[in-house]
């Protein structure tokens, strides 16, 4: 069994190129075999034709084989025939010039002799012609009188024998021609599934940042764009899950370590300060929770196309609802968007907590407004605000701005989830600075949000 391709693909159009010589072949040779047939058929009508005027003109069998003799000598000169005339018991009469020599060079009747039987017994040969021993060909006089062979009649040998040769040799070197042709097309076109084939298989063993030359216009140019895409897409994905992992584990060890503390302790504590280790294992335990959700919703919202059917969200109602849990005043339109209402409730709350964290003892603002084609929804706080350098990175996973997670705690995630979220539904998330001191997030939804993919 082959295991390369382009000899598959090779064979494959030689052997449709072979039958299809082959068709062609014995189709021609068809043509070639009727048409001769015609033309024998032909020469039979005009050969009998003739056979009735010598018959009427000659002799008759009783007169003496001088007078038959000259009679058929003078139809031959006529005629330019070579003829022969044989007697009712097969013995011959006479015989022209041109028959006899064709007799002594064919050791006999030739094959190209044509016998009419006549009506009083006697046999007349004629030659037909097409094969005077290398003399040309000759034919029967027409009108013009003058010498040629006949309308679609060969030359020399069996007639139709050459062109069918010929044939055969042109439709053989066609085969070839093509087949050689076909040869290096096809192997430039296997050569780039191969290599295609190549970058695929050192893309699994490892190599995450491979790529395959995707250089051409054609369907495997396309197939190459699209294994490019897809192997950006997934070495983006593994990359940020493996930080993401890192990350994770170093933010563990913090609560797990104060936890092991505390357990620890709880034996020989006093009962009031069992009561504050209690706290402080509970307190680990909703941010151990907390971390943990955070990470796998991050996780799912990078490896999973759709989370949640989108629907009509209020993002005016969200707000005030989630506002509430923060003692934050709530304004603006009222107005709705396409999307998941979990997730956008999640972000909502996200900035919230971040504002109380780090916002100042004064409660956040929320304010839902619409600007062209996008509804804002903008958490505001009193708080020491972002240096401008760092507007862009609280956003990254587990980043925080230095002293900050001494001072409020957190793992850095939330913002990064803000940020996802705003993303899956096609929008944007930013901070600016607030006018009189403090930070203002604001995440923008296209107002026609589509769907979750």
Request: charged share 25%; no cysteine.
């Amino acid at each position: 069994m082959m295991k390369n391709l382009y000899l598959r693909i090779y064979l494959t159009v030689v052997a449709v190129l072979l039958v299809f010589a082959l068709v062609a072949g014995w189709v021609a040779q068809r043509n070639v075999e009727n048409e001769r047939e015609t033309v024998h058929a032909q020469w039979g009508e005009r050969a009998a034709g003739w056979a009735a005027l010598i018959e009427n003109s000659l002799p008759g069998a009783e007169a003496s084989a001088e007078e038959q003799a000259s009679a058929l000598i003078d139809w031959s000169r006529r005629l330019r025939l070579p003829l022969a005339l044989d007697d009712a018991q097969g013995g011959r009469i006479a015989t022209s010039d041109p028959f006899a020599r064709r007799e002594s060079q064919t050791g006999g009747i030739p094959k190209r002799a044509i016998r009419l039987p006549l009506s009083d017994g006697r046999a007349l040969w004629i030659w037909r012609p097409g094969d005077t021993a290398g003399r040309g060909p000759e034919r029967p006089p027409g009108d013009d009188g003058r010498r040629g062979p006949p309308p679609g009649f060969q030359p020399r040998g069996d007639p139709g024998l050459l062109p069918g040769v010929g044939l055969v040799v042109t439709l053989v070197v066609l085969f070839f021609a093509i087949a050689l042709g076909a040869f290096p097309v096809v192997r430039r076109l296997t050569r780039r599934l191969e290599a295609l084939k190549r970058g695929v298989e050192t893309f699994g063993a490892g190599d995450l940042s491979h790529r395959v030359d995707a250089g051409g216009q054609d369907e495997v140019a396309a197939v190459a764009s699209s294994f490019n895409q897809a192997a950006q897409r997934v070495e983006t994905l593994v990359a940020s899950h493996r930080h993401l992992l890192a990350n994770a584990s170093h933010e563990l060890r913090s609560p797990l370590a104060r936890l092991k503390m505390a357990v620890s302790m709880q034996e020989t504590a006093t009962p009031e300060a069992r009561k504050r280790l209690t706290a402080e294992i509970e307190r680990n335990i909703r941010e151990l929770d907390a971390l943990v959700e955070e990470v796998l919703l991050a996780s799912r919202l990078d490896a999973q196309r759709e989370l949640d059917p989108f629907e009509r969200v209020d993002l005016l109602a969200v707000a005030a609802e989630e506002g509430a849990r923060f003692d934050a005043s709530v304004g603006g339109a009222d107005l709705t968007v396409r999307g998941s209402e979990r997730l956008l409730r999640r972000a909502l709350r996200n900035l919230l907590e971040n504002a109380r964290r780090y916002g100042g003892s004064e409660p956040p603002e929320v304010q839902v407004e619409q600007s062209g084609g996008e509804v804002m929804v903008a958490v505001s706080d009193r708080g020491p605000g972002v240096p401008e350098g760092e507007r862009e990175r609280i956003f990254e996973p587990f980043y925080r701005l230095p002293g900050h997670a001494e001072q409020a705690g957190g793992v850095g995630l939330g913002l990064s989830l803000v940020r996802q979220i705003a993303q899956r539904h096609a929008g944007s998330v930013h901070v600016e600075q607030r006018e009189g001191g403090g930070s203002r997030f604001v995440l923008a939804i296209p107002a026609g949000a589509g769907s979750a993919g």
